[in-house]
């Protein structure tokens, strides 16, 4: 067992992996991470299965076997997901068994064009939850105002969520109100409020949405200071009198989870949010590469503070530079929305050129 890895997982921080191929899971780099990486979950998004099935052959002979039985080019993507992630989910399981269903989860997002669509988000969360059949399968659901409605609907149909697209403390504190409604109406309902969430806040597109803007002093920390605040939020719900009746009725807590952690910058180390957000309660899901830098030469030197620590103190600092955080909040979510789009479109456009007939006829 790594120990730079183990130390993380002993702070109380889960680590799970933010990327999935078809080639990881079938020759035993997924298992090699959970065994020796303590890898604890994974998650995936447009863009990842973009890279994954335009990257090589892997998936050609499903995607022309698919498209010549004239299954749309969406479903056949959604196939292709649910072969992966249900294969990564069986090598999840005794982990999330172990657990009582607190890790070992996977995770598959709805289609972006839903983004605005809350009877839409909510219809297909449902569908997908079901395809899989898998008990530690999250469906990711944006949270954009109708992904907000989708996600209190969702939780109280008891389909697990991972809410993505939070940018700020004020948006994570909107997905844990809509999860908190979610729950509560299950109690009233009498349903098992035992329904598992989390809510992931993306961080390094902070400080590469204001490089430009800021002298070098503050490069590289916008994106911990919006962090330590979303942090001191969590902790403070964790606190709260809502929250303790509904974990004294046996609910389980929506944990943080820091995505977009691989450093953007190649002047900052590579380790940089990883030993920055060491928190526990929380899940950090890593890129690939950043996963094993920090396995190589990751240090702690502590916990984050619950209080936050100087966030407050450091964002004024922005503020005061020209940074208008509310805002940009707001720009980096839309933003973030537009980019799974564009990945959506690049990966059906992919998955159409490989189902054609010519892509099937050999090479002369």
Do not use: C
């Not at 289609?111 to 219809?123: C, H, I």
């Amino acid at each position: 067992m790594n120990p730079n890895t183990r130390s993380l997982h002993q702070l109380g921080q889960r680590i799970w992996l933010d990327n999935i191929t078809r080639e990881m899971v079938g020759n035993g780099t997924l298992a090699r991470y959970i065994a020796e990486l303590s890898v604890t979950g994974l998650t995936s998004n447009p863009t990842i299965f973009e890279h994954a099935i335009g990257a090589g052959a892997q998936y050609d002979a499903t995607i022309r076997e698919l498209t010549e039985e004239g299954v749309p080019t969406e479903e056949i993507f959604f196939a292709l997901a649910l072969q992966d992630l249900t294969a990564a989910a069986d090598l999840f399981r005794p982990i999330h068994d172990a657990s009582a269903g607190v890790d070992g989860w996977v995770s598959l997002e709805v289609s972006p064009l839903l983004a605005n669509d809350a009877p839409g988000t909510v219809q297909s969360a449902a569908r997908l939850h079901a395809r899989a059949q898998r008990p530690n399968l999250f469906i990711k659901i944006p949270g954009t105002r109708a992904g907000l409605v989708a996600i209190e609907e969702s939780i109280f149909k008891g389909i697990p969520v991972n809410v993505t697209l939070l940018f700020s403390a004020e948006q994570y504190l909107e997905a844990a109100q809509a999860y908190l409604r979610g729950i509560e109406r299950r109690l009233a309902a009498g349903l098992d409020p035992r329904i598992e969430s989390v809510a992931s806040l993306f961080v390094s597109r902070w400080d590469a949405a204001i490089r430009e803007e800021v002298s070098s002093q503050y490069h590289n920390r916008l994106g911990l200071a919006v962090s330590m605040r979303a942090y001191r939020k969590y902790r403070e719900l964790l606190d709260s009198e809502r929250w303790r009746k509904l974990a004294a009725a046996g609910a389980r807590p929506q944990r943080l989870l820091w995505a977009s952690t691989g450093t953007k910058d190649p002047a900052a180390p590579d380790t940089l949010y990883i030993e920055a957000l060491a928190a526990p309660q929380t899940i950090n899901t890593m890129p690939e590469k950043t996963l094993l830098a920090f396995a190589d030469h990751g240090k702690l030197d502590g916990p984050l503070p619950a209080d936050g620590g100087y966030a407050e103190v450091l964002l004024e600092e922005f503020r005061r530079e020209g940074v208008d955080i509310e805002a940009l909040a707001a720009t980096l979510q839309q933003q973030g929305a537009k980019s799974f789009v564009a990945s959506w479109s690049a990966l059906l456009s992919k998955i159409r050129i490989k189902g054609a007939p010519a892509a099937q006829e050999p090479k002369a």
